[in-house]
T-cell receptor
Framework: EAQVTQNPRYLITVTGKKLTVTCSQN?????MSWYRQDPGLGLRQIYY???????DKGDVPEGYKVSRKEKRNFPLILESPSPNQTSLYFC???????????FGDGTRLSIL | DQQVKQNSPSLSVQEGRISILNCDYT??????FLWYKKYPAEGPTFLIS?????DKNEDGRFTVFLNKSAKHLSLHIVPSQPGDSAVYFC?????????????FGTGTRLQVFP
């Protein structure tokens, strides 16, 4: 089954404790992205990647890092999480630059 | 500054009637528009798209209309079904060949009641 898998689905942690949200897709997609969804703000892009070793900032990259060492994986790293990063996060992938994106089921992060 | 706006946070429609979800945008350079549907505890799923060279695109019960002069698009669902109850996001991009960078609206929650 074609899917985008995010882990964990839920996480409660404390300020400053580094965390990684993993994202993996099994569709051999070139493009992958991370979004956060906040009330009243919709989905905002954090980072995106056009291929292995190629990443670029989205609209709200501050406080986040990403890497794309393999085509299928695109982890989101919060080196020093803060409460304003409490949000619902989505990873997405698409076949190429013109294809619609396929989203994972989301990761709800709470930073205390 | 919100470049893509969905001014109605919620909409309630009776089953069998038409649902009309609206979206406005401010950037006249946007060239490609998409609608996504999102159920609770799931990620958004692609629904339908339209290029700026068209003013209408239809797929079954779903039709998207684009009015470039008004910078407005709308999604029509007819007839509406209870399974259509979800949050709908419109999204826009500057380049139809690069939909990796999308600007999303804030979403409209549609409830279809029997």
């Amino acid at each position: 089954e074609a899917q985008v898998t995010q882990n964990p689905r839920y996480l409660i942690t404390v300020t400053g404790k580094k965390l990684t949200v993993t994202c993996s897709q099994n569709m051999n997609h070139e493009y992958m992205s991370w979004y956060r969804q906040d009330p009243g703000l919709g989905l905002r892009q954090i980072y995106y990647s056009m291929n292995v070793e190629v990443t670029d900032k989205g609209d709200v990259p501050e406080g986040y890092k990403v890497s794309r060492k393999e085509k299928r994986n695109f982890p989101l790293i919060l080196e020093s999480p803060s409460p304003n990063q409490t949000s619902l996060y989505f990873c997405a992938s698409s076949r190429d630059s013109s294809g619609p994106q396929h989203f994972g089921d989301g990761t709800r992060l709470s930073i205390l | 500054d919100q470049q893509v706006k969905q001014n109605s946070p919620s909409l309630s429609v009776q089953e069998g009637r038409i649902s009309i979800l609206n979206c406005d945008y401010t950037n006249s350079m946007f060239d490609y528009f998409l609608w996504y549907k999102k159920y609770p505890a799931e990620g958004p799923t692609f629904l339908i798209s339209i290029s700026s060279i068209k003013d209408k695109n239809e797929d079954g019960r779903f039709t998207v209309f684009l009015n470039k002069s008004a910078k407005h698009l709308s999604l029509h669902i007819v007839p509406s079904q209870p399974g259509d109850s979800a949050v709908y996001f419109c999204a826009a991009t500057l380049n139809p060949y690069n939909t990796d960078k999308l600007i999303f609206g804030t979403g409209t929650r549609l409830q279809v009641f029997p």
